[in-house]
T-cell receptor
Framework: AQTVTQSQPEMSVQEAETVTLSCTYDTSESNYYLFWYKQPPSRQMILVIRQEAYKQQNATENRFSVNFQKAAKSFSLKISDSQLGDTAMYFC???????????FGTGTRLQVTL | DSGVTQTPKHLITATGQRVTLRCSPR?????VYWYQQSLDQGLQFLIQ???????AKGNILERFSAQQFPDLHSELNLSSLELGDSALYFC???????????FGSGTRLTVV
């Protein structure tokens, strides 16, 4: 079974600064996908970024980028130029290529301050 | 609007009662997933349906059941409700490409 670990329950960053959220996972699968979801106070689950395990290049979506270290089973999210609207809970998630369900970490609560 | 519609948005009911949560997936998506999110916790997978058939089951209680209808909408039935069933219930859908799931806005269930 796959596990996803987010070791930072809470983090804080000042507006315009950069912050990195950590995620590690454990799997014996060779084909899988990794995701970061954002859950703002509205509780909506919003896909931020995804990474295919077979791709060596790190995914980037505007101010959001990942550092995917396959051998270390690490998948961190970097948020550049943080904005107040980035305040949310962030969940790391894993999907095995042969499985059907997303496995989520416990989340990191990010607070962006002035 | 994500394209996944969940109703109702809020539901308050008493212990021992039964409720039905409804989900309409994004157009073209055949898979529907149900997740439970208790207060300040992660999302726990309950069950998946694909084109009307049960595909995978997580830690879903026997008091809970689900189905997916021919028009692909899905319903999650929760019975003999307990206080601990109070949670946010999400429905998500996916298509043939692995782009992650699209989530609905959730149903907030409060059992009193």
């Amino acid at each position: 079974a796959q596990t996803v670990t987010q070791s930072q329950p809470e983090m804080s960053v000042q507006e315009a600064e950069t912050v990195t959220l950590s995620c590690t996972y454990d799997t014996s699968e060779s084909n899988y996908y990794l995701f970061w979801y954002k859950q703002p106070p509205s509780r909506q689950m919003i896909l931020v970024i995804r990474q295919e395990a077979y791709k060596q290049q790190n995914a980037t979506e505007n101010r959001f980028s990942v550092n995917f270290q396959k051998a270390a089973k690490s998948f961190s999210l970097k948020i550049s130029d943080s904005q107040l609207g980035d305040t949310a809970m962030y969940f790391c998630a894993f999907l095995a290529g042969t499985a059907s369900k997303l496995t989520f970490g416990t989340g990191t609560r990010l607070q962006v301050t002035l | 609007d994500s394209g996944v519609t969940q109703t109702p948005k809020h539901l308050i009911t008493a212990t021992g009662q039964r409720v039905t949560l409804r989900c309409s997936p994004r157009s073209g998506d055949l898979s529907v997933y149900w997740y439970q999110q208790s207060l300040d916790q992660g999302l726990q997978f309950l069950i998946q349906y694909y084109n009307g058939e049960e595909r995978a089951k997580g830690n879903i209680l026997e008091r809970f059941s689900a189905q997916q209808f021919p028009d692909l909408h899905s319903e999650l039935n929760l019975s003999s409700l307990e206080l601990g069933d109070s949670a946010l219930y999400f429905c998500a859908s996916s298509g043939t490409d692995i782009y992650g799931y699209t989530f609905g806005s959730g149903t907030r269930l409060t059992v009193v």
